[in-house]
């Protein structure tokens, strides 16, 4: 297995998930502008709206596969929620580009797929590879996502944009310490 392809189980939605009042519910975590994320309470209401049982059955490494326009209405809280429950991918049929921004600055990748609902069942074992836009479903089928860009992929194999910061600082020998981050473990 390559270091960019991630498996898991997936987790299958609809179309028109709202970020703030569908994968989570923006009003109960909503901490104002560069403070520290709960990322215990964003795990534990994540999906909550559509799936209750989703935070105690969701393992790590597991995918989330939706359909269109997914995650509109977002705030980075959302993608947050997402990864610290364990989230190793995002597939869906569409979605805003500020969502693809926002989860990458954080460490989750989001790959765009069209036809990619009506190849997988909820629960099915998948394979994605957001450096190739390969997918493979449990059937055997193969679907083709856009590639991730050699930056994005850079970004998201560090963790995030600030981690990602961080390493080149360090590399240039500019190892002046940042303010911590605002995502535990980061």
């Known amino acids: 297995m390559s270091g960019t392809l991630r498996r898991g189980r997936v987790w299958k939605f609809g179309d028109h998930v709202s970020g703030d009042d569908g994968i989570i519910d923006f009003a109960a975590v909503a901490t104002g502008f560069g403070k520290a994320f709960d990322t215990e309470k964003l795990r534990r209401i994540c999906f909550t709206l559509l799936r209750p049982e989703f935070p ?12 269109v326009n997914f995650g509109h209405h977002n705030h980075v809280d959302a993608s947050v929620a997402m990864r610290v429950s364990g989230i190793s991918v995002v597939i ?3 979605c805003e580009s500020g969502l693809v921004r926002r989860a990458l600055n954080v460490g989750l990748p989001i790959m765009t797929c069209p036809g990619i609902t009506a190849a997988v069942a909820d629960g099915e074992i998948l394979e994605a590879d957001p450096a190739t836009g390969t997918i493979r479903t449990a059937s055997g089928q193969t679907l083709q996502a856009r590639p991730f860009s050699p930056r994005m992929l850079d970004i998201w194999q560090a963790g995030g944009v600030i981690e990602l910061l961080e390493q080149e600082a360090v590399r240039r020998g500019e190892g002046a310490a940042l303010p911590e981050p605002l995502l535990p473990g980061a």
Do not use: T
């Open 92 to 94: 869906v049929e569409s």
């Open 56 to 67: 105690d059955q969701v393992q790590q490494g597991d995918i989330v596969v939706a359909g």
